[in-house]
């Protein structure tokens, strides 16, 4: 089982930034790699970004150049930093993690982005 909690959300104004955090706990030796989706309301859960166990990321195109996903092995912590943010940005965001083909996922944080 991988527990995982994130924070860093929050309301800022276009082209401001914002760091959002996620802490694994558990069996982390176990997570395959992790990443964030987010969802705007009424839409599906879009796939945002990806970092491997290796530190390989991975981003959708409509994210990249802005967003940063990184690590800290030593915290269990992955971070999504969100720079020249957009009102299209607004959305609960999601951190998630591969365990060995099962999905975990965090409880979501809402990003809101006004105009």
């Known amino acids: 089982q991988v527990r995982l909690v994130e924070s860093g959300g929050g309301l800022v104004q276009a082209g401001g930034s914002l760091r959002l955090s996620c802490a694994a706990s558990g069996s982390i030796f176990s997570i395959n790699y992790m990443g964030w989706y987010r969802q705007a309301p009424g839409n599906q859960r879009d796939w945002v970004a990806t970092i491997t166990n290796g530190g390989s990321t991975n981003y959708a195109d409509s994210v990249k150049g802005r967003f940063t996903m990184s690590r800290d092995n030593a915290k269990n912590t992955v971070y999504l930093q969100m720079n020249s943010l957009k009102p299209e940005d607004t959305a609960v965001y999601f951190c998630?993690?591969?365990?060995?083909?099962?999905?975990?996922w965090g409880q979501g944080t809402q990003v809101t982005v006004s105009s």
């Open positions: 998630y993690a591969v365990v060995r083909g099962d999905n975990y």
